[in-house]
């Protein structure tokens, strides 16, 4: 993924993707360090805003 992670474990910004049908989305994300695994990162997406009731997520996202 090509994150530099600083001592303290904890990154976040900002991942743009397409998806098939809602087209470019740019994602905030965190990677948080897994204590007890110094090799394993949990990497957290959300959305800023909400998505409408009707639109369903589904299918492969590719990420530029």
């Known amino acids: 993924m090509g994150w530099s992670l600083p001592s ?11 998806h098939p049908t809602l087209g470019r ?3 905030p994300y965190e990677v948080l360090a897994v204590l007890d695994a110094p090799d394993q990162y ?3 997406y959300g959305l800023e ?3 409408p009731d ?7 996202v590719s990420t530029s």
């Open 8 to 18: 303290q474990g904890h990154v976040t910004g900002h991942k743009r993707l397409t």
């Open 25 to 27: 989305l740019t994602l």
């Open 42 to 44: 949990l990497v957290v």
């Open 49 to 51: 805003n909400p998505l």
């Open 54 to 60: 009707d639109v369903e997520i589904s299918g492969s």
